[in-house]
């Protein structure tokens, strides 16, 4: 551990992102030891497109995609979304830890730059949230996430290009139909001119039926963007 981690340990003790439990001052782990029993990384195989958990003996791409029609090109996904994952994302979210999402967005940088090496990306862009939920919070998750992967990969956020309509339900609670209908034309693009056969990673924090992805990066192509590849947080799997 370098000795400015320590002497910041120090001042702001860390804490486990799950439990909200005091971890070692020497500590580097985003979670505690209990915590960490339940970690679940997206490291098996996946759908070439989705980025979704599948099993070895499938093909490539998943039933979902080859019978929906794909406006991005793909998506990675960090983590699974279970266990102490999805107890931190929801600390993250609904309790307003703004500090967890630094430490994702370090840990989805490694995805990201794993996973697209050969993409030449000339923007990043984040899944807006309506204003007035962005107020209640105090920050989108998705957007301090792109921040830090922007400061590692040295290509810029643009937070003029893609907003959400006011009045749009959340998705939680909703099935796959409901969420497609929800998040349609939720979405509006503002200063297309900046998209005009551009390549764009998109940011996003779970992805769940990836309905809310699809349907930015459809406005976005809509708009004369060339390409959009997602990278996502934690990806719920099928059987849930």
Known sequence: MKLKDYLLNI???????????????????????????????????????????????????????????????????????????????????????????????????????????????????????SRMSEIYRGFNQSGEMAEIISKELKIPVNTKILYKKPGVKKQSGLNYKERVENVRNAFIVKNSHLLTDKTILLIDDVFTTGSTVNECSRVLKRNGALAVYAATLATVPFEE
């Open 11 to 129: 001042v702001s003790p860390p804490k486990c992102m799950a439990c909200n439990k005091n971890l070692p001052l020497q500590n580097t782990a985003m979670f505690c030891f209990e915590c960490s029993k339940n970690y679940y990384i997206n490291n098996g195989k996946t759908c070439t497109t989705c980025g979704k958990p599948i099993a070895e003996n499938r093909d490539d791409s998943c039933a979902k995609c080859k019978s929906t029609k794909i406006h991005y090109i793909k998506n990675v996904s960090r983590y699974i979304y279970k266990g102490c994952i999805k107890d931190a994302i929801k600390n993250m979210k609904f309790k307003k830890r703004a500090w967890i999402a630094f430490d994702f967005g370090k840990a989805l940088y490694k995805t990201v730059r794993d996973e697209y090496s050969d993409i030449k990306f000339d923007m990043i862009l984040y899944v807006p949230m």
